[in-house]
């Protein structure tokens, strides 16, 4: 091969490496945005910032992208206040939102915080009562409560005994997904929950153990003190029963 054939192989090859070095580029540039666009949206946010909520005492985490919408955004957390914090979104060279008004104003932050806090509650509970590893999961029901936004406050200390309706889903593993398990489960659940000043107007249940899925919902007390919850967990699951429990049970198959 002559001196100007291999020349031109490497010339060739080199178009070739630099092709695929803009290619990679451009691929990751698509998904995780490029770095110059994200130190403008960082200046940019941080300049919102002073601009819009300098008394708020706030710090702004690393800047990430939404490769969906093209979208630049970091979240701004107060120094001083649990439940101060909100997303700042930047498209295009410049801020064009924020979360503050929902998140903070709004009392998403609030609720959100005490959800996890009873949730840990109950969890506690699940396990010392019951004896169940779990990962129970505690939600409250904001649009049932009128007015809620307006008395609850930010940095609010927890308590189970606020009036908003709660409502309970026991995560467990279970080995026996009958029927009259799961509903002993509930009954032991619901005593110990109220022993403990713990009242949830709705409980549900969800196991995924060794190919077996389990989910039971709307669920409530009334069901369970009734005594007469394995029939009407029956029913629901053979769809012979008008109301709100629905029972979903899948076993793995054999043979």
Same mark, same amino acid.
């Given at each position: 091969m002559n001196r100007a054939a291999k020349l031109l192989l490497r010339i060739a090859a080199g178009l070739t490496a630099f092709a695929l070095i803009g290619a990679?580029?451009?691929?990751?540039?698509?998904?995780?945005?490029?770095?110059?666009?994200?130190?403008?949206?960082?200046?940019?946010?941080?300049?919102?910032?002073?601009?819009?909520?300098?008394?708020?005492?706030?710090?702004?985490?690393?800047?990430?992208?939404?490769?969906?919408?093209?979208?630049?955004?970091?979240?701004?957390?107060?120094?001083?206040?649990?439940?101060?914090?909100?997303?700042i979104y930047y498209r295009n060279g410049k801020v064009?939102?924020? =979360?503050?008004?929902? !998140?903070? @104003?709004?009392?998403?932050?609030?609720?959100?915080? %005490?959800? $996890? *806090?009873?949730?840990?509650?109950?969890?506690?509970?699940?396990?010392?009562?019951?004896?169940?590893?779990?990962?129970?999961?505690?939600?409250?029901?904001?649009?049932?409560?009128?007015?809620?936004?307006?008395?609850?406050?930010? =940095?609010?200390?927890? !308590?189970? @005994?606020?009036?908003?309706?709660?409502?309970?889903? %026991?995560? $467990? *593993?279970?080995?026996?997904t009958s029927l009259a398990n799961i509903a002993q489960i509930f009954t032991d659940a619901h005593r110990a929950f109220v022993e403990h000043d713990c009242h949830f107007h709705q409980y549900g249940l969800y196991s995924e153990h060794d190919g077996k899925d389990v989910m039971v919902h709307g669920v409530t007390p009334a069901d369970i003190e009734s005594g007469d919850l394995v029939r009407l967990l029956e029913e629901a699951q053979n769809n012979d029963r008008e109301g709100g429990i629905r029972v979903r049970i899948k076993t793995p198959k054999t043979g």
């Open positions: 990679l580029l451009y691929v990751t540039n698509a998904f995780v945005g490029n770095p110059v666009s994200a130190m403008m949206a960082d200046r940019a946010i941080r300049q919102y910032v002073d601009q819009h909520y300098s008394s708020l005492h706030l710090e702004t985490d690393k800047v990430k992208y939404n490769f969906k919408d093209g979208t630049y955004w970091a979240t701004a957390r107060s120094t001083t206040s649990i439940d101060t914090k909100f997303r064009i939102r924020d =979360d503050y008004e929902g !998140d903070v @104003l709004g009392k998403f932050n609030t609720l959100e915080r %005490l959800s $996890l *806090e009873y949730s840990r509650l109950a969890q506690n509970i699940v396990a010392d009562e019951l004896g169940y590893e779990n990962r129970t999961m505690v939600t409250y029901d904001m649009d049932a409560a009128e007015n809620a936004a307006d008395w609850l406050e930010l =940095d609010m200390k927890f !308590d189970q @005994l606020l009036p908003l309706k709660a409502e309970v889903t %026991l995560r $467990l *593993e279970l080995g026996d």
